[in-house]
Structure formats: structure tokens, C-alpha cells
């Protein structure tokens, strides 16, 4: 090859120099360019990413992965030649908090290989009902909707993952209904411009989660042209005839948390379920493991695990016993309502803290004493969340009885008693008359406590006198009920001829209605008093609890002093004497 030397080297130098460095700085240019694009996008947060805890469990391989996979299928399509064409349709996903819904989905996508894009209800909140980001009232919302009109730009290989939808608005989630049948379009805004978004073949699926439990249930509402349109699956239940997948969930998810079970996680599952069976049937007998473990880490593991087992069957019990409680209307409770929760966080939370060494005592004490730390945040509601706790594990004194009881009663008292105000006259006196019953119930008790702890020498005396108190109570009871019956008739009497009464007249017969109650409260007390009489006279004779029977019985006397006080400063309303045309 001929070349001239001066030639080559001056040409070789204006390469190195020029072409060269403005070569690379071209490269350099790009790659900057598309890092800063990639953090504006902020792109890392789409990819999903499993968490270190994950399990699979056998709860998942049987139960959610099909009903899972056959949605997805639904909506994104099937491969091969079964590939659907109609696609549409909604993955909507319940349960009380610390199920792992987030958790489950994220691991779905990242099997998919697609982008997982995660919409946060709460920083929605509320207040947006739109998904142009010009209108969210603040960075949060704005950046939430701005990423919801990403992922609709994408339109391929997104899952859109919308969590805790209670805390949004409905008319923000009618913007789905769309997007979710046959059209497959939902309108957007992205960079300014509204556009209509068309995804039909696209690989895209909708996934919502939530917590209908939160609160009252009033903030979880779900437009019904949109969950007509949803599978929808309850993570916190049981589905189908899953009971014992269900319940061996909770010990297969916290094998992470637990230093001893630890090597089971990442060992085959087969080695953790049957250390599980073998903690159910309490024997190692026969146990086969696929694991290189020793004999004393297999033995250490099962005694944990059976340990768990009575942890679990708590948790259960709480968890059903909660989602019981929600589910209830207020105005149909017997009890206050029960917020402790039993999911798979509250397991883990104690799973952590069980050692092979603890004895049954120190074990129900780390159980309840975790559940009374939660109880904390309930301010108020902490007795009665507390005591309803140790109801459902058979641990509570006779004193805790007594006083669940006595809480259970009050609250059902004041529901019925709801909506009354001081200035309802009928209402006050009710309560006044459920004082008396109170006062009744309270000398019940009391005759009760006394047949449990007489001595046997006042035997024949005491049952004597309690079946006169009984068969006096009984007849108060009726006295009362046929006194209301005519007193409601005779109300009913006084309302007919204050209608037909002149207007200048009508005060007067208004002044007869409490004339009449309290004559009906009177003669009730008056009864009362003459069947008690024989009962007190032997207070002295019948021990120290009728002692207590007379203070309950001074009580309800002071109740109806104060109805009859009231009843006589109605009576003796010197603007009425003087002249009753002025009201």
C-alpha cells in the first residue's frame, strides 16, 4: 500500500484531535440525557421488586396464582393460539391490612417481566376526581396522577396497580369503567393535552386493592358499574374450600421472621409443610426432610413450630373476630366494636419473638401482651378491645367477666337510646325508666352473688326471700308494662282532644301528660316498696351482699326522685298557673 506519510499523519491527527473526543462526547451527551430522563421518569421505581420475606407458599401455588393467572389472561391476553381478542375486565383485591396484596402483585409483575406501575390512594385522597394533574391540590396528588398518565402512555406490558382505593373518591375511580370493558379507552392528560388513550390489544392489566374494613366502611365505595366488571377476591378470607391452605399461610409466611425457621425459607417448600404436620400431630416420627438439617435443628424447629401453632389459632380467632365486627352496622351491635387485627403482620410480629425454650405461660404472655401493646393506639376503645381479646382466648377473671358484661349492657343501652337530646322530654324520661331497670338489674346481680356465696344454714331463709324478690320483680315487670300500655292510650286520648280543643285551651291539656306519667312512676315505686319491705328488714341476718342490695336500692331511689322532681317543677310552672294562653 502506497499512502504519503504527511498526508496520513496530518489526517491521523486531526482525527485523534476533533473527531475523537467530539465522538465521545456525543456518547457522553446521550448517556447524561437519558439518566436525567430516567430520574424525571423516575423509571427505577416502576421495575418491581420482590421482597426478601416473600414465601411461596401453598396458599399461593393453589389458591391465587390460578385466580390471578386466569384474570390476567383475561385481560391482558393468553399466549399462544388460545390468545383471547375480547380482552377486559378488572383484578380487584381485599383484605384488612397486612395481607400482602402489594406484596403478591408486585411478585406477579416481576414473574410477568412488566412494568409494575403503582398508584398510592392516599396521596390521591379524596379530593381528586379527575386524572388531569392541573387539578390535584397538591405535589403528591399531582405526581400520583402524572405517573397514572405514564403508564397509560406506555400502553404495553403495564400493570397498573392502584392501592387502597378507600381512601379515593368514587367519581375518580368511575374514570376506570372504561378502560375495564370492551372499548378498552379511558381519557387522559399527559404534557398538557388531553388524550384518549386507546389499549385495546395492549398488554395492559388494571388491579385494584383496598380495605373495605377501614373505619365505618363508608369511605370504601366502588362505583357498581365498575366492580360489575371486577374478580373480586378477598385475601383475608377463606375462598373456596381452602381452610387448610388458609391456615397454614400464616405459619409458611413467617418462617423469615423467625431465626430458628429461617433455613426453611429457602430450603424446598415440602421440608417447612412438613414440619408443620408434624407440629399438628406433635411427633417427629416419620418426619423426612429433602434439606441437610441436623437432628437438633429439626427438633429446635419443631418445638418453635409448635409454639406457632397456638399463636396462629389466636391470631384466627382475632381475625375472624374482626372482620366479624366490621362487617356489622352500629345500629345492630351487642358489643362495642372489636379493631384488633389477626393478618400476617401480627404473626410475624410475635413469630420473631418465640423461642424454642418458652413454657405456656410466657408463651400466652408474649400473646397478650403484644395484643395489649396494639390496644394502645385505641385510646378510648382499649378496655373493650382488650377484654373481648381475652373473651376469645378463654383467659378472663371473673372480676374482666363481670365487667364485660357491664360494658356489653351499656353500650346496647346507649345505642337504643341514640339520638335523644336534652331538650326531648319523652326521651329523658326513658332514660330515666332504663335507670330503673339498671337499678333492677344491678339488685339481680346481687341476689345472684348472694345464693352463690350463702352458707347452708340460711338456706331455706335466703330462697325464700329470693323467690319473693323474683316473683316481686316479675310482677313489678308486667305492673310496668300494662301501666304503659294505658298510659299510651291515655296519651293517645289527650293528643285527640288537644286537636279538637281551641288554641287558648291547648296548653292545658299539654299540662296533663306529665300528670299522668308521673302518677304511672309512683305507683310502680309504691309497689316496689311493699314487696322489698320483708327483704330489708333481715339485712342484717342475710350477710353483707344485701347490704350492697340496699345501696342498689337507694340508687334506683334516687332515680325516681329525680323524675318526680322534674315532674312537679312541670306541674308547678307558675307561667303556666298564671296564665296558660301565653305559651
Partial sequence: MNIHFHDFTRRLSHFSNHDVPRFENLNRTKSELVETARQEMKLDEFKPRVLTSFVRNRLLDEVYLPLIGDNLAKQMGASGDQKRTDRMGLLLLISPPGYGKTTLMEYVANRLG????????????????????????????????????????????????????????????????????????????????????????????????????????????????????????????????????????????????????????????????????????????????????????????????????????????????????????????????????????????????????????????????????????????????????????????????ERWEAIKYAYVENVRMAGMDSSDQAGQFMKQLASMRDGLESIRQVISRAIAARDEGAEDRMDSRVAQLRDGITHTAE????????????????????????????????????????????GQFHLMQEWLRPILSESLDNGRDLDQLRAQLEAVMGNYTDVEKAFREGLEDPQLEEDPTEE
Fill in 479 to 522: 305492673q310496668l308494662s300494662q301501666s304503659l300500655e294505658a298510659t299510651s292510650q291515655e296519651l293517645a286520648k289527650l293528643a285527640t282532644q288537644q286537636a279538637n280543643e281551641p288554641p287558648q285551651q291547648r296548653v292545658l291539656v299539654q299540662h296533663k301528660v306529665p300528670r299522668v306519667l308521673a302518677d304511672l312512676v309512683k
Fill in 114 to 401: 412488566i412494568v409494575f406501575m403503582k398508584i398510592n390512594g392516599p396521596a390521591i385522597g379524596h379530593a381528586v376526581t379527575s386524572l388531569d394533574p392541573a387539578e390535584a391540590p397538591n405535589a403528591a396528588a399531582r405526581e400520583e396522577v402524572e405517573r397514572l398518565n405514564l403508564a397509560l402512555e406506555m400502553g404495553d406490558n403495564v400493570m397498573l396497580y392502584v392501592d387502597d382505593i378507600q381512601h379515593t373518591h368514587p367519581e375518580f375511580l368511575q374514570k376506570f369503567i372504561s378502560l375495564c370493558d370492551a372499548t378498552r379507552k379511558i381519557e387522559g392528560v399527559r404534557n398538557g393535552r388531553t388524550r384518549t388513550f386507546d389499549l385495546r390489544g395492549r398488554r395492559v392489566a388494571v388491579v385494584m386493592a383496598g380495605n373495605p374494613y377501614t373505619e365505618s366502611g363508608e369511605r370504601f365505595q366502588v362505583p357498581d358499574m365498575l366492580s360489575n366488571r371486577a374478580d373480586v377476591y378477598n385475601l383475608g378470607e377463606i375462598i373456596g374450600e381452602s381452610a387448610d391452605a388458609f391456615e397454614m399461610s400464616y405459619l409458611e409466611n413467617c418462617l423469615t421472621s423467625n431465626a430458628s425457621l429461617a433455613p426453611l425459607a429457602t430450603a424446598s417448600p415440602q421440608d417447612a409443610r412438613s414440619i408443620i404436620q408434624a407440629a399438628e400431630r406433635d411427633s417427629l416420627e416419620g418426619i423426612e426432610l429433602e434439606g441437610r438439617f441436623s437432628m437438633d435443628e429439626v427438633r429446635e424447629m419443631f418445638e418453635v413450630m409448635r409454639k406457632l401453632l397456638t399463636v396462629r389459632d389466636v391470631v384466627l380467632k382475632v381475625n375472624r373476630a374482626y372482620i366479624r365486627s366490621a362487617a356489622q352496622a352500629d345500629h345492630y351491635r351487642t358489643e362495642p366494636p372489636f379493631k384488633l387485627q389477626g393478618s400476617y403482620r401480627n404473626m410475624n410480629r410475635m413469630a420473631e419473638r418465640v423461642a424454642s425454650v418458652m413454657n405456656d405461660s410466657e408463651l400466652q404472655s408474649l400473646i397478650v401482651g403484644t395484643y395489649e401493646q396494639d390496644s394502645q393506639t385505641l385510646t378510648t376503645d382499649n378496655e373493650a378491645n382488650v377484654l373481648k381479646f381475652k373473651e376469645l382466648m378463654g383467659i378472663l377473671s371473673s372480676e374482666e367477666k
